[in-house]
């Protein structure tokens, strides 16, 4: 897995400790902690998963004290259990405390959605169907987190309004029906740009189909009705299923043909993975 460069990751990093140290910096730590102390910290996996954002959580330490070493165990996208040492961070102590808490913020969170990715990819793996997340990221943190669903297995969705057309029912409706809304765009975009067009009936499907588009978001569907689309469609443009994805129905979604399964919860709601910052020596 390829990582983001630091130049992306280094802002977002900073403005977090800055948030953090507020107007007088960590002053429980000033108070408490003599300036010569050194400590040794490891950050250990409490609960399975699959680790993201070690870059994160290497950057807030340095950035608080480049004396600090950050040591990494367990790369981005390893597996992990209860009781894996993930990264060790020694050198001076108040460095350490400072950065701590924004530097877990990020590997927590990235991780959680690494890892939640992951158990929906492993859910569907003997079906043909890809794990996709979508645009409903925090702001500010969309780049980290599709980051993050690629380190669990997953695939990204468009980044942003510029990427590629997206034609949705609000689209549809301004527009006055599918058909004309896609050959609007047709006749604005440019060649390179792909298309693709949001139904929830079958009826909307076969007037989509009727233009062409490069791919279709079939929007809670029954599985018969995927089914039926899938039928429909015949390989003519890629087929994407949303609406209600869980661990639990993604496998007999997955298995209706479907190309992609994208899923909004991946990035907007995961539960963080619990990983903590523990006095080593």
């Known amino acids: 897995?390829?990582?983001?460069?630091?130049?992306?990751?280094?802002?977002?990093?900073?403005?977090?400790?800055?948030?953090?140290?507020?107007?007088?910096?960590?002053?429980?730590?000033?108070?408490?902690v003599p300036d010569s102390l050194r400590t040794r910290c490891v950050l250990q996996a409490r609960e399975p998963g699959v680790v993201a954002g070690l870059d994160l959580a290497r950057i807030s330490f340095a950035l608080v004290d480049p004396r600090l070493v950050f040591t990494i165990h367990r790369a981005d996208g390893a597996a992990i259990v209860p009781g894996d040492r993930i990264a060790t961070v020694e050198g001076p102590a108040r460095g350490v405390l400072i950065g701590e808490r924004v530097g877990l913020n990020y590997l927590s969170h990235l991780s959680g959605i690494a890892s939640a990715t992951n158990r929906i990819v492993r859910a569907v793996e003997h079906t043909g169907a890809r794990i996709c997340c979508t645009r409903k990221t925090i702001p500010g943190l969309r780049a980290l987190q599709k980051y993050a669903v690629r380190v669990g297995g997953g695939m990204n969705h468009r980044f942003g309004l510029d990427d590629a057309v997206l034609i949705k029912d609000n689209h549809i409706a301004i527009a006055g029906g599918v058909r004309i809304a896609i050959e609007r765009a047709r006749a604005s975009v440019g060649h390179l740009v792909k298309i693709e067009v949001e139904v929830d009936t079958l009826a909307q499907l076969d007037e989509a189909l009727s233009v062409g588009m490069d791919a279709v978001l079939l929007d809670n569907m029954?599985?018969?009705?995927?089914?039926?689309?899938?039928?429909?469609?015949?390989?003519?443009?890629?087929?994407?299923?949303?609406?209600r994805v869980t661990p639990e129905t993604a496998p007999g979604i997955a298995e209706t043909g479907v190309d992609m399964i994208s899923?909004?919860?991946?990035?907007?709601?995961?539960?963080?993975?619990?990983?903590?910052?523990?006095y080593a020596a």
Not at 222 to 243: K, N, P, Q
Not at 263 to 278: A, P
């Open 1 to 32: 897995m390829n990582p983001l460069p630091d130049l992306m990751l280094e802002p977002l990093v900073r403005a977090a400790l800055l948030e953090d140290l507020g107007r007088a910096g960590d002053i429980t730590t000033d108070a408490i």
């Open 222 to 243: 029954s599985l018969d009705m995927l089914r039926d689309a899938v039928r429909m469609v015949g390989g003519r443009a890629i087929t994407e299923a949303s609406g």
């Open 263 to 278: 899923i909004g919860w991946l990035t907007h709601s995961v539960s963080v993975l619990d990983i903590g910052l523990d």
